[in-house]
């Protein structure tokens, strides 16, 4: 993953670090560290998905439009990732129907896999993902599931522990 240019975000969930390259968001840190060296001049995509970020977790904006940069992974994991992008804020979806949408019905635990390697988390919504029955099955981003569901309650949306 190239990411020539980064900025962070301070947030509910705790310090997050934005990565672009060439005008487009490649990742995103939910649980970064601080570094020593800031960019001096952040790019306009930088400061464009730092703003919107911060209008996320002040519950003023629910659709983000940063362009983003998802070329980076398996054919599998970038046809997960775009299924993932479509669900909207404030709703979910399981595994099991991203497995279908994407023409593997049988692959859930595979959908798992390429969940937890989505490179934007928040943007590319992954916490919007649940078990079948509604239950949370895990989160790799921040702290884990308690980070999940802090974005979760932040959604509205209901689920089981």
Known sequence: MIRENWLDVQ???????????????????????????????????????????????????????????????TEFQQAVWKQIAKIGFGKHVSYADIAKAIGKPKASRAVGGAVGANPIPLVVGCHRVLGASGKITGYSGGKGIPTKKWLLKHEGIESKA
């Open 11 to 73: 947030s509910p969930i705790g310090l997050i670090r934005i990565f672009e390259y060439n005008n487009r968001i490649t990742a995103i840190d939910l649980s970064a560290k601080k570094l020593s060296k800031k960019p001096e001049t952040p790019s306009p995509a930088l400061k464009d998905a730092a703003d919107q970020i911060n209008k996320y977790f002040e519950g003023k904006l629910t659709k983000f439009t940063i362009p983003v940069a998802l070329e980076n992974g």
